[in-house]
């Protein structure tokens, strides 16, 4: 993770900056916290911001002296009152979460508030969050718990409902597809990856990466094909598809991209001065838009996220590729 | 920082020291061991969080040059490297020399190591503890009383509370109660030069049991330093330190009947064995429970019965029979541990009914007290 200073997080999230120093200026620290923001939003680097203030011997005007021993231990991993926790595998296992919470219920090792930080708190499977929540609610000693989260919808209602929600804005789509635009990249390609991150480093590499171009193609061209007829989908997921997307992450991102392209045919449908994901596509898109009604383009999208759900769930890609593939032909006759 | 040392006595301090010192843990520098030498002596700390052990090294012991201080400073080295290396040294002398960036240099003999250290402003701050509030229990009284209330600790982390020892200093004696809410276990002793003020500490079980281990079996003093963040047992040249559990210890005293409706003194080491076969076939039933009934002529009946597996009774003479008729069942191992802890000595049994809980003490006092729930059968 990059070293980022006050000033450049204070750049990066001035409203969610404002709101902590805030909170930490008046004293007000609550028993825990939810920090949503995608990649690139600097929830982490923030995080370690807001831990520091809360620990830093001297924090002057709001920000943490980085000099001291505590800031020091912060970031080296060591203060005995700090805790992390991150998945193991797919899930945050209960096993993490009761090594917590035995280190939790004891007094701290030196004197003062403890915190606990739960990263990816999307992952916790719904036993560790159960069993998280009795402690989260009454928690013994001064505690400070922050959860750390890209999609707080995803987060069990009981835990969402018990902390504090601080919401990180990421970069808007314009500056980003703006900023790259003036990297020279194409705008079709900047349109895109601007979808898929919102860490303009991020977006920058992967536009200029040809696996993911390769990608972007291949997903397009299975669009077009499922347009086409089941057959001809069929044979593209297996010819192009599947030999391309071997591993997990990849396997997500394309069916990512896949789910764009269908959101960009609703957003067409409903709007054709819409903003696309696939700019090159736009004359497609409307003439698709035309010949298909929003009822079966919903179910259209509920079944590239089912698959995306099975994915997690370690479907068979082949079997779960073939599947979505007959989803997307609901309503059509294979004939 | 730099300095010689006496190879058998650093080992031996670094021995106790290991003990505290985990490989599992999820802060880094805890791997380590923290040194630090001054111009007295040397203190040797390690630590897995829950418990912290410190050992001291004077640098003068009867007349006897241990250390030889040119410098001093202090550094965290990894422990298990260091303890092996310290252990496999050729000659009884070591120097220490600590360089630039934790460079730390180890001779003895013709062997010279090169380690690499950690930053001891790293490593965490133990608490400073006022000689004030501090008492002393002689190690042996010390550990037995470890022995007679840890064992009822709660082994579920439900109630996390309940997994810890209550130590509670009240009106001149010293309470530890532990329970699992299915019995309690209460032991009191009363001490000299206890502080005044009413002040109590919940101690993990854990660290009691730790403890124990490092205690040996002679009278030498204990002191024992009570704070809101952990509790130090100090002897002559160790110091545990141990967290404590937050949260309130629940009002147990009112769990204790004040009054019975019936009496039995018994020989506890003949109750115990009576048990102890009972329980042999009240095991295979996965519920391990036995039936105490009250029979004429100072006998009581021990009897167990599971339908698949057969059937036991035996009756014990007892010293004497008191009061109401009682049949009650509770668990074999429960009572075991009870009586284990009392230690054979002739005991007292009280009841309030066979719903009721009842109680297990020695003849002569009530120091030692163990509180049993019945099992409710049918």
Known sequence: MMVQTAEELLKLQPVVMKQLQTIFDKKRLGHAYIFEGGKGSGTEAIMHFFVQLMFCEEPRKNVPCET??????????????????????????????????????????????????????DRLNPQSANKLLKFLEEPEGIVTAIFITDNINA??????????????QGISKDTMIKELVAEGITLSMAATVSMVTSDLEEAFSLSKDD??????????????????NVHESMLSVHED???????????ELALDLLLFAFRDIVAIKANPEAVCTYPDWLS???????????????????????????????????LMMEQLMLNLQEGKSFV | MKFDIMRDRLLDGLNDVMKAVSSKTTIPILTG???????????????????????????????????????????????????????????NDVEFEVSEKFQTR??????????????????????????????????????????????????????????????????????????????????KVTLEHLPSEQSSVVVPGKSLTELSKILNDATTPVDIVMTNQQVLFKTNDVLFFSRLLEGNYPDTSRLIPEEYKTDVTVNGRSLLQAIDR????????????????????????????????????????????????????????????????????????????????????????????QLILPVRTY
């Open chain 2, 278 to 369: 009972a329980s042999l076939l009240a095991r295979e039933d996965r519920n391990n429970v036995v039936r105490f009934t009250t029979m004429q002529d100072d006998t009581i009946e021990i009897s167990s019965n599971s339908p698949e597996v057969g059937k036991v009774e035996e009756q014990i003479q007892v010293s004497s029979l008191v009061g109401e008729e009682l049949k009650i069942s509770f668990s074999a191992k429960y009572m075991m541990d009870a009586l284990k802890a009392i230690d054979g000595q002739d005991v007292v049994i009280q009841f309030t009914g066979a719903m009721r809980p009842f109680i297990i003490r020695s003849v002569h006092d009530d120091a030692i007290l």
């Open chain 1, 241 to 251: 598809w599947l030999p391309l997307f071997k591993e997990k992450e990849q396997m």
């Open chain 2, 33 to 91: 061991i923290k040194i630090d030498v001054s111009e007295e002596g040397m203190r040797l700390t390690g630590s897995d969080a829950d418990i912290t052990i410190q050992t001291y090294i004077p640098v003068e012991e009867n007349g006897e040059q241990l250390i030889n201080v040119e410098k001093p400073g202090s550094i965290v080295l990894q422990a298990k490297m260091f303890n092996e290396i310290v252990r496999k040294l050729p000659t």
């Open chain 1, 155 to 168: 987060m069990l209602s009981t835990i969402r409902s018990r902390c504090q929600h601080i919401k990180f």
């Open chain 1, 68 to 121: 001291c021993r505590n800031c020091q231990r912060i970031k080296s991993g060591n203060h005995p009152n700090f805790h992390q926790i991150y998945p193991d595998g797919q899930f945050i296992k209960v096993a993490a979460i009761e090594a917590l919470l035995h280190e939790m219920n004891k007094t701290g090792l030196e004197a003062g508030r403890k915190v606990y930080v739960v990263h990816e708190a």
């Open chain 2, 106 to 187: 180890i001779r003895s003999g013709k062997s010279d190591f090169h380690l690499i250290g950690l930053d001891s402003t790293e490593y965490p701050l133990l608490p400073e503890l006022s000689e004030d509030n501090q008492f002393t229990v002689p190690a042996d009284l010390l550990k037995s009383i470890i022995r007679e209330t840890v064992f009822a600790v709660s082994t579920s982390e439900s109630r996390p509370v309940l997994t810890g020892v209550h130590w509670q200093i009240k009106d001149g004696e010293l309470v530890c109660v532990a329970t699992d809410s299915h019995r309690l276990a209460r032991r």
């Open chain 1, 211 to 228: 696996e993911f171009a390769q990608a972007r193609k291949t997903v397009l061209k299975l669009v077009e094909a499922t347009f086409t």
């Open chain 1, 284 to 318: 497609y898109w409307k003439k698709v838009a035309l010949q298909t009604t929003y009822a079966r383009l919903s179910t259209q999208l509920q079944a590239i996220l089912q698959a995306r759900q099975q994915l997690q769930r370690n479907m068979n890609r082949t």
